[in-house]
């Protein structure tokens, strides 16, 4: 079956970095389109970032554009979010979710399969 199982998240400064990874099993990874969701407490859960399934198409919310960075590695079966000048408002738990076809959306409804997510804490 399916599985995606995040990593890395943790408690941070504001400023600093994390690096997010989802490593996915039982799936044809570069068949697949990765997107990043996260969910506040009390508010709805929002897209992140999204890469396809070549990585060749990136695509971020604008409050991240230019500090996050959405990479993979399909020999590893492993998609990335490299979290960079981190704001406390990026506080949330983050999600991984894969998307079959390659392609991929900015919409949760549209992804196939989740993991459980990661919790990041940013402190001022």
């Known amino acids: 079956q399916v599985q995606l199982v995040e990593s890395g998240g943790g408690l941070v400064q504001a400023g600093g970095s994390l690096r997010l990874s989802c490593a996915a099993s039982g799936l044809t990874f570069s068949s697949y389109g990765m997107g990043w969701f996260r969910q506040a407490p009390g508010k709805e859960r929002e897209f992140v970032a999204a890469?396809?399934?070549?990585?060749?198409?990136?695509s971020y919310t604008d409050s991240v554009n230019g500090r996050f960075t959405i990479s993979r590695d399909n020999a590893k079966n492993t998609v990335y979010l490299q979290m960079n000048s981190l704001k406390p408002e990026d506080t949330a738990v983050y999600y991984c979710?894969?998307?079959?076809?390659?392609?991929?959306?900015?919409?949760?409804?549209?992804?196939?399969?989740w993991g459980q997510g990661t919790q990041v804490t940013v402190s001022s």
């Open positions: 979710a894969a998307r079959s076809g390659g392609s991929y959306r900015k919409y949760e409804y549209a992804y196939d399969y």
């Open positions: 890469i396809s399934g070549t990585g060749g198409s990136t």
